[in-house]
């Protein structure tokens, strides 16, 4: 079994900064791929980022430039690094992690932009 555990959400003004973390913890493999997905109200989960355990990564084309996906191998933790944040980031965010072909959900974490 697999725990993700986020944290760092919270309210920020428009222009800010926050940085998530996520811990995963329990069977968790040397190849898989970690990433970041996010839930605004009334809408569908979208993906925002992903990087495998090789170090690939990708963003989703509304959060290039501006978010920043990295991870800690040893510690089998990634975080999301959010700068220039607008009010249309707003959303909980969730930590996946894909391995085996089985995916894994954090609880999520909220985040608030206001403008």
């Known amino acids: 079994q697999v725990q993700l555990v986020e944290s760092g959400g919270g309210l920020v003004q428009a222009g800010g900064s926050l940085r998530l973390s996520c811990a995963a913890s329990?069977?968790?493999?040397?190849?898989?791929?970690m990433g970041w997905y996010r839930q605004a109200p009334g809408k569908q989960r979208e993906w925002v980022a992903t990087i495998t355990s090789g170090g690939t990564i990708n963003y989703a084309e509304s959060v290039k430039g501006r978010f920043t996906i990295s991870r800690d191998n040893a510690k089998n933790t990634e975080y999301l690094q959010m700068n220039s944040l607008k009010p249309e980031d707003t959303a909980v965010y969730y930590c996946?992690?894909?391995?085996?072909?089985?995916?894994?959900w954090g609880q999520g974490t909220q985040v608030t932009v206001s403008s």
């Open positions: 996946n992690i894909v391995q085996l072909g089985r995916n894994y």
């Open positions: 329990g069977n968790i493999f040397s190849i898989n791929t």
